[in-house]
């Protein structure tokens, strides 16, 4: 059942619906019924139960046939009876759902397949198959299983084509879909163009000035920034921010997202002046809309909170993180994955401090929660194993910090594949570790996998191609091969100020690095070169 407010909106549905676009889908988006959530599926009804009006409405109608436009009181209504078959589809994919937001991933995964057995009966090209796929796409990418999901999007986008024609705007959400897959897997070449098709689509269909336009505009940006293409992404995300305070009114909670997104772009720089103001902002926002205890406020804490524990303001961050936390477990539960994120950006903070003692019981607390959550080879399985790994290992605990770097890796291995660039992070901590070893036999592959799958990924020329070529110049530089060392810095070099400007704080880093390198070869006139202009990038101020 569809129900809306005007016969206007009635009429142009119904000869939606009768150009073969799905009843569910318009149903979810367009109808004001409590119903919509199911995509207007009301199950097995008795008729005599119904209310006069629909009963008129159903009378005549054979199964697949859409009623004409029902008054009801103020508003009007389509209702779609289904056939058997309908009926069964529509039941498994409502199961599904219900089974999905209550994280019954298995339970899930299970009466989408069936869905999807059913609705093959419907024909290779019908939309409801191409919705149990895409159903079935989103709970494997909940999960982490991108592989098992990018067949699907991509078999669900080509159904959604062929139905509605490819500038639908309906299309952009399949495109989308498929282009955060490939941005999940850093897979940014890929992504950048699908998000390129999403963003035309919207612009034409929508006119440059619409909220959803503003949702694409932000979309490709984090491609950009992502990359390290700052000055491509920032009027990116300024345009979304303008379209967004434009359309939706300045304290829209819609405006906070751009906020945080621009924000989130100029601490990557290490521009904290320019973002803690666009945090501040944010958060104000999010409390006067949702309310002081709410779960999107508790994000705008924990991006306040982060900017000043990358400041090294500990003091500043504690009560925001220990709020954030507080909130997590209201808004969701003390056993809730986000709870353990909330748990983990608390025990980092104490983690900088070298509070271990306070940083370990967090750390493993939140380890418990998410494994317990989504599965002992999740994704964020791995990323809690390696926060605890690097505590043992700052506290030279080497024995207690191997496995947990080893299990890790082989989650990321096996969710991501060999070539993800999140592999990099669970390469690099084993490598020193190694290191702090004296084992460099055992290092040296380890840091040159991690440059290498970073650059298959992410291009030469990406920021974190340079940090790998960084760790791996110390490497040699540790064991006293200077002339190995030499060239990865200077490459390193060379990326940084590409990609981030000659001035930025990173390209101050290395240069440093490299004086300390010459000097050791005993180079020291060209190392004080290195270290004045160093001196110079951290005396400017920023603008």
């Known amino acids: 059942m569809i129900v809306v407010k005007t016969e206007a909106e009635a009429l142009d549905l119904r000869a939606r619906i009768q150009k073969r676009e799905s009843f569910e889908d318009l149903a979810r988006k367009h109808s004001i019924d409590p119903s919509a959530n199911a995509g207007g599926f009301l199950g097995a009804v008795v008729l005599t139960d119904l209310r006069k009006e629909y009963q008129d409405g159903l009378l005549g109608l054979h199964p697949g046939e859409i009623s004409p436009i029902l008054r009801v009181g103020e508003q009007y209504a389509l209702l779609e009876l289904l056939t058997e078959e309908e009926t069964r589809w529509q039941t498994q994919n409502d199961a599904a759902r219900q089974a999905f937001q209550q994280g019954q991933n298995l339970e899930a995964e299970q009466f989408l397949l069936a869905a999807i057995r059913e609705a093959e009966h419907f024909g290779p090209q019908d939309s409801r198959l191409g919705s149990s796929l895409n159903s079935l796409a989103v709970l494997y990418f909940a999960q982490g299983n991108y592989a098992a999901a990018g067949p699907l999007y991509q078999r669900a986008l080509a159904i959604a084509e062929k139905a509605l024609g490819p500038e639908h705007p309906d299309l952009s959400t399949s495109l989308n879909n498929l282009a955060e897959l490939y941005y999940a897997q850093g897979n940014y070449a890929a992504a950048e163009p699908v998000y390129k098709r999403a963003l035309a689509i919207r612009e034409k269909a929508l006119g440059p000035e619409h909220p959803d336009v503003g949702t694409s505009l932000n979309n490709l940006a984090e491609v950009y920034h992502a990359q390290g293409n700052y000055a491509t992404a920032e009027p990116l995300h300024k ?47 999010r409390e006067n809309a949702l309310g002081a205890e709410h779960a999107e406020v508790g994000a705008s804490l924990i991006n306040l909170a982060a900017l000043y524990r990358d400041q090294g303001n500990y003091a500043a961050a504690e009560p925001l993180y220990k709020r954030a936390l507080t909130i997590a477990g209201k808004a969701f539960g003390p056993d809730h994955p986000n709870v353990g994120a909330s748990l983990v950006n608390l025990a980092g903070l104490y983690h900088d401090q070298r509070n271990y003692a306070a940083a370990e019981p967090l750390y493993k607390s939140a380890l418990a929660i998410v494994e317990k959550a989504l599965g002992p080879e999740h994704p964020d399985v791995a ?87 960084v760790n791996l110049a110390l490497f040699y530089q540790d064991q006293g091969n200077y002339s190995a060392a030499e060239p990865l810095y200077k490459r390193a070099l060379a990326i940084y100020e590409k990609a981030l400007g000659p001035e930025h704080p990173r390209v101050a880093d290395t240069l440093e690095g490299v004086a300390a390198l010459l000097r050791k070869m005993g180079r020291n006139a060209q190392a004080e070169q290195m270290e004045t202009r160093a001196r110079l990038i951290r005396a400017k101020p920023k603008e």
């Open 383 to 469: 990323a809690n194993l390696v926060n605890l790994a690097e505590l043992y290992q700052d506290q030279e605990n080497y024995a207690a910090a191997e496995p947990l770097y080893k299990r890790a890796l082989a989650i990321m291995e096996k969710a991501l594949g060999p070539d993800h660039p999140n592999l990099g992070t669970s390469l690099l901590n084993l490598a020193l570790l190694y290191e702090n070893l004296g084992n460099y036999t055992a290092a040296e592959p380890l840091y040159q996998r991690a440059l290498g799958i970073a650059e298959k990924a992410l291009g030469p020329e990406h920021p974190n191609v340079g940090a790998s070529l």
């Open 239 to 285: 345009r979304a921010l303008m379209i967004r305070e434009k359309a939706l009114g300045p304290e829209h909670p819609d405006v906070s997202v751009s906020l945080n997104n621009l924000a989130g772009l100029y601490q990557d720089q290490k521009n904290y002046a320019a973002a803690e103001p666009l945090y501040k902002r944010a958060l104000a926002i």
